[in-house]
């Protein structure tokens, strides 16, 4: 049983957590397991940042003068926040589209200040509150800076989507023809792949000398670069992936995915980790991210202490009375597997 | 391992979840089981029924005049629509008691146009919105009546935990001493012990002939009949435990728990059933019920066919297409063993 957290009620285990864990290096190398490393594995929005990619090799970036804030905005499950819808809006309007081209759907935005401003407004909520909508820009805005149709971006089918397949398949080195598709629930194709490639395409991006593409190269590091020098617009306020990045001062970039998907890369090391949590509820999955890096030795001299809050997440009643916890209970295995074939 | 049921995205798996099951009938035999029927659980709001007991015993209920309406409402996690708050504010008035007085906390309701209406009009929430009011309400009113502290009737010591203890002892058959408390996310004492034996409570619950003291089958009559007479009071619009009832026309009382666990009672074999779902994730659990009662044999006649949403539940995106299901994966073991120490 790969149990990866208990969550406590009082002293008493109320609910358990089971989990995976690949920890790959730039070459291809499996340094540190746990559970199943090969668990084939939709990542869901901790693709964003190499679905952001085309945005740069196919010129869009540049076209449309996208700033890293917007590109960090690009690989963002953002929280709605004002600065995340404006930015979203600008790139839209720089490509010379309206909202409602956006296809992404709508949902309930995290943050609640802005939901509730549109509840006394008594106006609804539009695509752009979407926690995904700045990824849906970019790729609205590269169908139309490459003369696509714009209406069918989202389709498996469309170049936008045939591009980031590519990227994919490029950087997680898993053939093209073997990854699965599915439908996100933001209406964009989603990949299935093993665990340990996504590790190994976060660990890419973390090194990005073993990329041989200089293109691709250039591209991954301003992505990454983009995420780094702004982690507010990747999630919002009090979100892990913001304050991870910020906590690790330009060290790590990582991104989350629903179904308790997280990938991350760490520039000191060069090396990717990718967890699932298998039940994909999302409450233990920050803790075990964390229980990772401080198995690994990354972030125990200080970038930890400050994410304590995720560490040590505790269980609270309808008063705010603290009445359990989540503990993380699971130890990496030392592997020493390639996963080139 | 215990695979209870699998959340696909297209066809293929993303997420799985674990569980455990037990059938028990009303002598305490254990009939059939999946997964450890001997989980040491937290029952949560599925013990609301046997909460509710004491408001009957003590006379609480006649002396303030509770309708079999009122008597539901003390059992139910409801959804905080209005005529779940009139109610409960009732029972509070005719115990003189301020909505002050409720130690529930609060957290915003299910039914979502009551909570904007809340906003719209710039109101906070306040505890009569959490779906434990009616549960405290009942407590409180009990409190009055007896003549104990008002202000601590949410404390394991109070006179009020104090009879609940007993009562879930009693039919549970399992002894006081070895219950352990935690705190329940509405503040009151939650009980842990296995889950067969929540099951034989439910059994005893549904077949009340067996429990000796008259006053307390009287009570167990009184409870389920209200629940089964109101069932739109133990859950509201669109909630499992209200549509069951209904589909099931007297046949079977429910109750959902918090960190995904069900109990029901069949009145006409006189059997209780026992569900947790090992990652205390919501999605699965009715599809797993469901399925527990078609492999019994229960209401595949025709009730079961009405509950179809939640035996094959969907995963839509965000622009509500269906990207997904969750399908249920697991055998009843038939069993022949005692719960009787």
């Known amino acids: 049983m790969n149990l990866v957290a208990n969550v406590y009620r009082g002293d008493a285990v109320e609910s358990t957590h089971l ?7 730039a070459n291809g190398n499996l340094l540190y397991s746990y559970g199943d490393p090969q668990r084939q594995t939709f990542a ?3 693709m964003k940042p190499l679905q952001a990619i085309p945005i740069i090799e196919t010129g869009t ?28 809006m600008e790139m839209l309007i720089r ?18 200040e802005s939901y509730k401003e549109l509840i006394r407004a008594g106006k609804p909520l539009t695509p752009v509150y979407s926690n ?19 209406a069918t971006y989202h389709l498996p089918e469309h170049p936008v989507q045939q591009r980031i397949l590519e990227v994919v398949s490029d950087l997680t080195s898993y053939p093209k023809e073997e990854i699965v598709l599915g439908t996100d629930g933001c209406g964009v194709p989603v990949h299935r792949l093993p665990l340990a490639n996504y590790a190994w395409a976060y660990a ?51 991104k989350a995915g629903a179904e ?32 990772v890096l401080r198995q690994l030795g990354i972030g125990t001299e200080g970038p930890l202490a400050k994410l304590a ?33």
Chains 1, 2 share one sequence.
């Not at 909508?133 to 490459?146: F, P, Y």
């Not at 990938?263 to 075990?288: F, H, N, W």
């Open 19 to 25: 989990g995976h864990v690949a920890v790959v290096d």
């Open 44 to 46: 869901r929005s901790s």
């Open 61 to 88: 970036a540049d076209r449309y003068g996208l700033e890293p804030a917007d590109l960090s905005l690009c690989c963002a499950s953002h929280s709605g926040e004002p600065r995340h819808r404006s930015r979203a």
């Open 95 to 112: 490509a010379g589209q309206p909202e409602e081209t956006l296809q992404c759907g709508t949902h309930v935005p995290r943050d609640e």
């Open 132 to 150: 995904c909508s700045g990824k849906h820009s970019g790729m609205i805005a590269t169908a139309v800076h490459m003369g696509e149709d714009v």
């Open 204 to 254: 890419k991006m973390a090194k990005p000398e073993v990329i041989d593409n200089p293109l691709r190269r250039e591209a991954v590091v301003r992505i990454t670069d983009a995420m780094i020098a702004h982690p507010e617009m990747v999630g919002g306020n009090k979100r892990y992936c913001t304050d991870l990045m910020i906590a690790f001062e330009g060290r790590i970039f990582g």
């Open 260 to 291: 308790s998907v997280y990938c991350l890369g760490d520039r000191q090391t060069g090396i990717g980790i990718a967890v699932k949590i298998e039940d994909g509820g999302p409450r233990a999955i920050y803790a075990v991210v964390n229980e």
């Open 309 to 341: 809050e995720y560490t040590n997440p505790v269980v609270t009643n309808m008063s705010g009375t603290v009445v359990g916890r989540i503990e993380t209970r699971f130890a990496l295995e030392r592997q020493q597997a390639s996963l080139r074939v």
